[in-house]
């Protein structure tokens, strides 16, 4: 498992075990009243499959100094638009300067075909909370068309 592998694990394994259902938290991402309007994340408009099925996904983020590790996530979506496949996790640098995020994952094969797809990146940190406990608070998320490609 790379390092990458291992901080997007870690992300989505601490959002299991606190309960949080996926795509939720305290606050919804998706809603700009509670997010700081400094703080992105965009989508590049073009994903890559490589010859053995690895998927990678970039884009940019910028965000503000936090209290705990923030990572970028993103998953894809294909034909079954409920069924999302997690493609990696970026730790990220809060430094207010814009920064480009690249995450690869391998799905089962023969899943994500090139063609249409919808991406799903979240900036999110796991925040301190009543002591060791880690919460997530999420600085921005956005959802996006892209077409993947092979390459």
């Known amino acids: 498992m790379t390092y990458r ?19 939720s938290a305290t606050a ?4 700009s009243a509670t997010a700081d ?3 992105s994340v965009t989508v590049d408009t073009t994903g890559r499959i490589a010859p053995d099925g690895t998927i990678t996904l970039a884009g940019t983020y910028r965000c503000a100094g936090g209290s705990g590790p923030v990572f970028v996530s993103s998953s894809v979506s294909q034909s079954q638009p409920s069924v999302r496949y997690g493609i990696g996790g970026t730790q990220a640098v809060c430094d207010g300067i814009e ?53």
């Open 99 to 151: 920064h480009r995020w690249s995450n690869s994952g391998r799905p089962q094969p023969g899943t994500l075909k090139p063609g249409a797809a919808r991406v799903e990146a979240t900036l999110m940190e796991l925040s301190p909370h009543s002591g060791l406990l880690l919460m997530p608070r999420f600085h921005a998320a956005q959802q996006q068309e892209i077409v993947l490609v092979e390459g």
């Open 28 to 31: 919804d991402p998706y809603d």
């Open 5 to 23: 592998s291992f901080l997007g694990a870690a992300a989505g394994a601490a959002l299991l075990l606190l309960g949080v259902p996926a795509g």
């Open 37 to 39: 309007p400094y703080e």
